[in-house]
């Protein structure tokens, strides 16, 4: 069965730190792997994905994530973080076959303090 | 802009009702499915559908049934609810062959049974 970790339920940074979350992931073959963000009282939006190709993959608003398949991890990751970036971040993993077996994990709230 | 509307943002209905939880998107998606989100949980898969009058269970679907009669809508029923159910519902739809762009999600339905 596929699952994925979030080990940290709260990162605080302040602004213009690094910020890094947190992912790990098990499915069985070739993972598909998403990031998902949700702001207050809204639904999720597509931050990033990883399918093929380079381990390091550029999504919206600054941030990136890496692929490393022998630690089967997929962290997020932002040079600079900003106050607006705080919000509810969510990690997705699905194996390739199945459009319909997205697993979500638990989700790590992020505060960016000014 | 692409859209999955949830008819309600927040519900309180009454231990026993009958509840009704409306999503429709406008992006002719033939995939839509269902999550519920707790803290510290994520999101859990209730139900999916592929095609019109087609569904599945997901992985936590006791309590639930769903409806799909036109390509466009997909309904969450809550045949009598309970306390345990009070939540925050997702709805989310993707186009067939294109999971892995992500889904696409509504923005959510918080529903609190008293």
């Known amino acids: 069965a596929q699952s994925v970790a979030q080990p940290e339920d709260q990162v605080n940074v302040a602004e213009g730190n690094p910020l890094t979350v947190k992912c790990t992931y098990s499915?069985?073959?070739?993972?598909?792997l998403f990031w998902y963000v949700q702001y207050p009282n809204r639904g999720l939006q597509f931050l990033l994905k990883y399918i093929t190709g380079d381990n390091l993959v550029k999504g919206s608003y600054g941030f990136e994530a890496e692929f490393n398949k022998s630690q089967t991890s997929f962290h997020l990751k932002k040079p600079s973080a900003l106050v607006s970036d705080s919000a509810l971040y969510f990690c997705a993993v699905r194996p390739p076959a199945n459009d319909y077996k997205l697993s979500f994990g638990a989700g790590t709230t992020v505060t960016v303090r000014a | 802009d692409v859209k999955v509307t949830q008819s309600s943002r927040y519900l309180v209905k009454r231990t026993g009702e009958k509840v009704f939880l409306e999503c429709v998107q406008d992006?002719?998606?033939?995939?839509m499915f269902w999550y519920r989100q707790d803290p510290g949980l994520g999101l859990r898969l209730i139900y999916f559908s592929y095609d019109v009058k087609m569904k599945e269970k997901g992985d936590i679907p006791e309590g639930y049934s769903v409806s799909r009669e036109k390509k466009e809508r997909f309904s969450l029923i809550l045949e009598s609810a309970s306390t345990n159910q009070t939540s925050m519902y997702l709805c989310a739809s993707s186009a067939i062959g294109q999971g892995n762009y992500g889904y696409t999600f509504g923005s959510g339905t918080r529903l609190t049974v008293v």
């Open positions: 992006m002719d998606h033939e995939n």
């Open positions: 499915v069985s073959g070739n993972p598909y």
